[in-house]
């Protein structure tokens, strides 16, 4: 799911497709209902490797858990956007910056989080 913070029209919807473009499963765009300075994407526990699979097609992005997306993994371009990139290869490192909400759960990121390519189909 990508989501617009900027005010800018149509450019959730440029990233979405271009977001499709490198293979990504992406719902219709949307507004989001505050401004961010920071590209975020949110995901839910469990979801950790798929957000930094997408987080890894963004400058410097921020990755942020919540609780009550699922399997949804929530882009909100802030007005740090600028364009959106091909996603890291399998097995490369993926620098996010971690955001930890107000949830009192405590979110271990797995060990194994430089293996995030959601394209990488091989059976190991």
């Known amino acids: 799911r990508v989501s617009n913070s900027t005010g800018a029209d149509g450019l959730a919807a440029t990233a979405a497709e271009e977001l499709q473009q490198h ?3 992406v719902s219709s765009p949307d507004d ?7 590209t975020t994407v949110f995901f839910s526990p ?7 699979t997408v987080a890894s097609s963004f400058s410097n992005p921020t990755i942020e858990r919540v609780s009550g997306m699922g ?3 929530r882009v909100v371009l802030g007005s740090d956007f600028h364009n959106v ?12 910056n971690v955001v930890h909400g107000t949830s009192t759960v405590h979110t ?6 430089t293996v995030t390519n959601a394209a990488d189909t091989t059976c190991e």
Do not use: C, I, M, R
């Open 23 to 25: 293979g990504f499963n």
């Open 32 to 38: 989001y209902p505050e401004a961010l300075s920071a």
């Open 46 to 52: 469990g979801n950790e490797q798929a957000a930094a």
């Open 71 to 73: 399997s949804v993994v």
């Open 85 to 96: 990139n091909a996603p890291t290869p399998s097995g490369s490192e993926v620098q996010v």
């Open 108 to 113: 271990e990121l797995p060990p194994d989080l």
